[in-house]
């Protein structure tokens, strides 16, 4: 049992990790860093990755498997560059990965790729999901069966460029009083590869019941969601970028609204923060990432696990991200 965080792979960089249980494995859907070569600036530009690699454990404290490149962007007939954070879901034995990258006008938008295993490889539809745009897709199977698909990220990763609810090439940010611009969320459609219906918001609410505004950076959505059920309650989970925490909040239901509740994460080494929570044999964990592997660069990242640990109330304790290995 991992007490302390663990880099799960120090061979190639990876980051944003996002893992799912299947066939009784754990199964690791992560970025791939690499360097580029491309300055830093606001919208990311030096998170130039190309491909995906699939991992897998059988033991949150054993070996990784590298079961290799799962989805190259030289096989995605419309994208261009940037294969951000990806995620895969599963329907009667096949498998879907969801990978945001920029098309030929460097509009991110969202892809789907199939297999009929975890690891891949995968094979990409020749054309974005009708209607997607933002990045950091991630999939919720509710124990009903429905899929839903969250997704977004401000600044680099566009959303902001959809206030009106079409794309406008505007990167400017709501005022800080007004509501903060919301993750989304869609069922998927019952052959996996397109939205079901329109995506909507997904609001975090204060204690008062009143949206989160722009101003309030330390609990507002900037990227990274996330959402898994714990004892019949649904935890969306995210990351709030330029103040580096993961945050959580909670709701009765996929869709929300959802109460903001605390601290998932302290910020860890690097500039980017983001996760995935899952439970495999009855324990629960945070699959994270940070930057110290690479001496602190932002764009060359290293996956992590550890504990994650509820309170009777249901809350979750608040994680320390530069606990020492
Ligand atoms: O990996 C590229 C981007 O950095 C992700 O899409 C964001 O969530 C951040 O981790």
């Known amino acids: 049992m991992p007490k302390k965080p663990r880099h799960l792979i120090k061979t190639i960089y990876t980051a944003d990790p996002r893992a799912h249980v299947y066939n009784g494995k754990i199964y690791i859907f992560p970025s791939h860093d690499i360097d580029a070569g491309i300055p830093e600036d606001d919208t990311g530009s030096h998170f130039d990755m190309r491909d995906y690699h699939v991992y897998s454990m059988e033991d949150p404290e054993g070996d990784v498997i590298d079961h290799g490149v799962a989805l190259d962007i030289k096989d995605v007939p419309w994208a261009r560059r940037q294969m951000w954070s990806n995620d895969v879901a599963c329907k009667n034995g096949t498998y879907y990965m969801y990978f945001p990258a920029k098309d030929q006008n460097d ?21 974005p999901m009708k209607g997607s745009f933002s990045i950091d897709p991630s999939t919720f199977q509710d124990d009903d069966g429905t899929h839903y698909i969250y997704f977004g990220g401000i600044w680099g990763g566009q959303l902001q460029r959809y206030k009106t609810g079409k794309y406008e090439p505007d990167d400017a940010l709501r005022k800080p009083t007004e509501p903060a611009i919301c993750a989304k969320v869609a069922r998927l459609s019952g052959d996996m590869l397109e939205f ?3 995506p909507r918001d997904v609001v975090i609410l204060d204690a008062y019941g009143t949206p989160l505004k722009t101003q309030d950076e330390n609990r507002r959505f900037f990227e990274a969601p996330w959402m898994h059920k714990y004892n019949g309650k649904y935890y969306f989970s995210y990351s709030t970028g330029n103040t580096h925490l993961l945050c959580y909040a909670v709701g009765d239901n996929p869709y929300g609204p959802f109460t903001y509740q605390g601290v998932v994460m302290t910020p860890v080494v690097g500039w980017t923060t983001h996760h995935s929570i899952v ?22 990242r290293s996956m992590k696990i550890i504990d994650l640990n509820y309170r009777s109330d249901g809350s979750i304790e608040t994680i320390d991200g530069n606990a020492d290995e």
């Open 107 to 127: 509009i991110f938008r969202i892809g789907v790729a199939v297999s009929d295993k975890p690891e891949g490889p995968y094979k990409a539809r020749p054309e």
């Open 279 to 300: 439970e495999y044999k009855g324990k629960w964990y945070l699959f994270h990432h940070d930057s110290k592997v690479s001496g602190g660069k932002t764009w060359l």
């Open 196 to 198: 079901a219906e329109p």
